[in-house]
């Protein structure tokens, strides 16, 4: 198992920054892509970054320019960097990581969630 830590989230007003903290522990294999998704109240959790281990990154369009995803590989992390925030981006904030075991074995693991709230 993988326990999955977030901190970060809070009250910002639009054009703020916050900057989200996910730290994994426990029986760590490889973690070979490590991200984040958001979800608001009725609708499906969508992606917002990745992040591989070899470096390869994935932002989703609506954030791409204002985010920044990076990970401290030693300390198991993944940092997200939001600046010039939106009210549109008011979401619950879920870390995500994919531990992999061997070539054929691997899982997933979610963080409990960190609500962002953009609003004035």
């Given at each position: 198992q993988v326990q999955l830590v977030e901190?970060?989230?809070?009250?910002v007003q639009p054009g703020g920054s916050l900057r989200l903290s996910c730290a994994a522990?426990?029986?760590i294999f490889s973690l070979n892509r490590m991200?984040?998704?958001?979800q608001v109240p009725g609708k499906q959790r969508d992606l917002v970054a990745t992040i591989?281990?070899?470096?390869i990154i994935n932002?989703?369009?609506?954030?791409?320019?204002r985010f920044t995803i990076?990970?401290?590989t030693a300390k198991n992390t993944v940092y997200l960097q939001m600046n010039?925030?939106?009210?549109?981006?008011?979401?619950?904030y879920y870390c995500n990581?994919?531990?992999?075991?061997?070539?054929?074995?691997?899982?997933?693991y979610w963080g409990q969630g960190t609500q962002v709230t953009v609003s004035s």
């Amino acid at each position: 198992q993988v326990q999955l830590v977030e901190s970060g989230g809070g009250l910002v007003q639009p054009g703020g920054s916050l900057r989200l903290s996910c730290a994994a522990s426990g029986s760590i294999f490889s973690l070979n892509r490590m991200g984040w998704y958001r979800q608001v109240p009725g609708k499906q959790r969508d992606l917002v970054a990745t992040i591989t281990s070899g470096g390869i990154i994935n932002y989703d369009d609506s954030v791409k320019g204002r985010f920044t995803i990076s990970r401290d590989t030693a300390k198991n992390t993944v940092y997200l960097q939001m600046n010039s925030l939106k009210p549109e981006d008011t979401a619950v904030y879920y870390c995500n990581v994919r531990n992999v075991q061997n070539i054929l074995t691997f899982h997933e693991y979610w963080g409990q969630g960190t609500q962002v709230t953009v609003s004035s």
